[in-house]
C-alpha cells in the first residue's frame, strides 16, 4: 500500500467543479486574465445563462486555491464590461454577452421557477452465476456495520429544504399541473438540469435534448432495448466492473463482454479488437477501483466512437470528489457518440428515483418514445421540487456539506485499513462514496462471508469481475460513522 499517495494526503483539489476550472492551466502571473476570460467565454457560449448566480468570491477562490482577491479583480472586470451585475445578497448574477442577449430577445428563456452460503455464496462471481437477486438478498441479512458500496448518507437527506421547496411548487401549481405530463420529463427539472451539467460536468445542452428518467438503470434498460431494436446485441462492459450495470444490460437481452481495466482506466485496444459495437464505461470516477480514464486513454475510446462505436457513460460519483481536480464528462467532448447518463441517487437519495439522459439527436424520439411506453414519465412533483432545489442554490450546498462530511469517513477509513490491514492496497480514495482493497491472497467471497457472521457487511470484489483478478472487498464508507467505520475494519481484520 503506498502511504505518500498524494490523493489520500489531504492536499488541495486543485480545481473547481464550477466550469470545470483548473488554475494549473493559467499563464504564470495570468491568473485574473485566465479566470476573466474563462468566465466571459462561459457567458457567450450559454453554460452560464443570463441569471446565472456566480459562486461567492471566498468560495470560488477557496474551490480553486487561490486568494480572494484573484476572484475579486476578475468579477470586478465581468461588471465593468457588462456581463455580471452585483445584486446585494443575490450575489453576482450573470447579465450576459450582446450575442447572448440578442439570442434571448430572440427566444426568450422561461422563468425559473443470519449470514450463510445462498447470500453470498461459495466461490467468486468467476465461477458461479450470482442470482439476480443477490443485492436484494444481502440488503435483507441484518449486520451491525452495513459498508455496501453504492449507499449514499441517507440520514444526510435535506428533509427540510427538500419540504420548503415542494410547498413553494404545491402553492405556484396550476391544477392542469397535475395532470399527465411530457414523458421527457417537465421543461423546468430539464432546464435546471442542463444549467446543472453546463456548470459542473462542463456539457452544453439544450434542454430539449434531455431524458428525465428514474435513474440510471432506467436509462441502461431503454439504451439496451433500442440497440437491440438496431441489431445491436452486446455492450462491451468494464472489468471490475459493476455488477448491478451488468444484470441490467443482460436482463434485456445483451451480451456483456468483459474489457479489462488497469490504473489508466478502460484498455481501449482490447475494446478494438473485441468487435463490440457499444460500451458502457464510468470515466470519472470508475467502479469499483475509482480510477480516472486517462487523458490518452480518453483519446483512444474517442476515436474508438468516431470510428463507429457507441460510448454509454454512466457519470459515477463524478461531483463526490476530494483530492483531485475535476474530471470533464466525455459526452462534453463527443456529443454525437455519447449517451450519457447522471441521478441524484448518491447526492440525495435512491428513493427519489430521479436521474437524466442526453442522447445523440439519431436516439433521442426512440428512447423519449420508450420512455413513454415504460411509465409515461416521471412523478411530476419531485422532478418541480428538484428542479427548486438546483435553482435555489440548495442542491450545491448539500453537496459541499457532503464532501466535508464524507472526506471524514473517507480518512477514518483510510487509516483503519492502514492500522488493521497493513497489507491491503487501497484504490479510489480521490472520490465516490467507498473504498477498494485488494488483497495478496484468499478468497475474498469467504472474507466478506466471515465478516457477515461477525455483524460487517461488505461486497467481495470478485462479484465484480468477469475475467481473473486479485482477491479483495469494495467498502462503503458515506452512511457509517468514523467510529463504525473503525470497528468495522477492526472486525474484518479479525476474521481475515
Not at 170 to 193: H, N
Request: neutral net charge; hydrophobic residues 40%; aromatic residues 4%.
Amino acid at each position: 500500500m503506498n502511504r505518500s499517495n498524494p490523493a489520500i494526503s489531504g492536499r488541495s483539489n486543485g480545481g473547481a467543479d464550477f466550469l470545470q476550472l483548473d488554475p494549473s492551466e493559467a499563464p504564470p502571473g495570468g491568473l485574473a486574465d485566465w479566470l476573466t476570460d474563462r468566465l466571459r467565454t462561459a457567458i457567450s457560449t450559454g453554460h452560464l445563462p443570463v441569471g446565472t448566480r456566480l459562486p461567492s468570491t471566498r468560495t470560488l477562490a477557496t474551490d480553486l486555491g487561490l486568494s480572494r482577491g484573484v476572484v475579486t479583480e476578475s468579477y470586478q472586470r465581468l461588471t465593468e464590461d457588462g456581463h455580471v451585475s452585483t445584486h446585494g445578497r443575490r450575489g453576482t448574477i450573470v447579465m450576459g454577452s450582446a450575442t447572448v442577449r440578442t439570442r434571448l430577445r430572440t427566444h426568450p428563456r422561461p422563468p425559473s421557477v443470519p449470514p450463510d452460503e445462498k447470500v453470498l455464496g461459495t466461490t467468486s462471481c468467476r465461477a458461479a452465476d450470482l442470482d439476480d437477486e443477490i443485492f436484494d438478498n444481502l440488503r435483507a441479512v441484518p449486520a451491525r456495520i452495513d459498508l455496501t458500496p453504492g449507499v449514499p448518507d441517507l440520514a444526510a437527506f435535506p428533509r427540510g429544504a427538500w419540504l420548503r421547496a415542494e410547498r413553494a411548487v404545491l402553492a405556484d401549481l396550476k391544477s392542469a399541473e397535475f395532470g399527465y405530463g411530457d414523458p421527457a420529463g417537465t421543461p423546468t427539472l430539464r432546464r435546471a438540469v442542463a444549467a446543472w451539467l453546463a456548470q459542473y460536468r462542463g456539457i452544453a445542452a439544450d434542454p430539449d435534448d434531455l431524458i428525465i428518467v428514474a435513474g440510471v438503470a432506467q436509462a441502461i434498460g431503454l439504451v439496451a432495448q433500442m440497440l437491440d431494436r438496431h441489431g445491436i446485441h452486446e455492450i462491451a462492459v468494464e472489468d471490475p466492473g459493476s455488477l448491478g450495470s451488468r444484470q441490467h444490460l443482460q436482463n434485456w437481452g445483451m451480451r456483456t463482454p468483459p474489457i479489462p481495466v488497469d490504473d489508466r482506466g478502460l484498455q481501449v485496444d482490447v475494446l478494438r479488437t473485441s468487435g463490440a459495437g457499444a460500451v458502457m464505461v464510468t470515466p470519472a470516477h470508475h467502479f469499483p477501483t475509482g480510477v480516472v480514464l486517462d487523458g490518452e486513454r480518453r483519446r483512444e475510446l474517442i476515436q474508438w466512437a468516431k470510428d463507429g462505436g457507441l460510448v454509454i457513460e454512466d457519470d459515477y460519483d463524478a461531483e463526490h470528489r476530494y483530492d483531485r481536480p475535476p474530471v470533464p464528462a466525455l459526452r462534453a467532448m463527443l456529443p454525437d457518440h455519447v449517451i450519457y447518463t447522471g441521478s441524484v441517487s448518491k447526492l440525495l437519495a435512491p428513493a427519489l428515483r430521479i436521474g437524466w439522459m442526453l442522447a445523440p439527436p439519431q436516439y433521442k424520439e426512440e428512447l423519449i418514445a420508450r420512455k413513454r411506453l415504460a411509465d409515461l414519465g416521471n412523478a411530476g412533483l419531485p422532478q418541480l421540487t428538484l428542479a427548486a432545489l438546483m435553482e435555489s442554490g440548495e442542491l450545491e450546498r448539500q453537496l459541499r456539506f457532503l464532501r466535508r462530511r464524507h472526506r471524514t469517513r473517507r480518512d477514518a477509513m483510510v487509516n483503519a485499513i492502514r492500522n488493521h490491514l497493513p497489507t491491503a492496497t487501497i484504490h479510489g480514495a480521490a472520490a465516490g462514496l467507498h473504498l477498494t482493497i485488494t488483497l495478496t491472497k484468499g478468497d475474498d467471497t469467504a472474507l466478506a462471508a466471515a465478516a457477515l457472521e461477525a455483524g460487517v457487511k461488505a461486497h467481495p470484489l470478485s462479484w465484480h469481475c468477469q475475467l481473473p483478478h486479485a482477491p479483495g472487498l469494495v467498502l462503503g464508507y458515506a452512511a457509517r460513522t468514523p467510529t463504525e467505520i473503525a470497528e468495522a475494519i477492526a472486525t474484518i481484520a479479525k476474521v481475515s
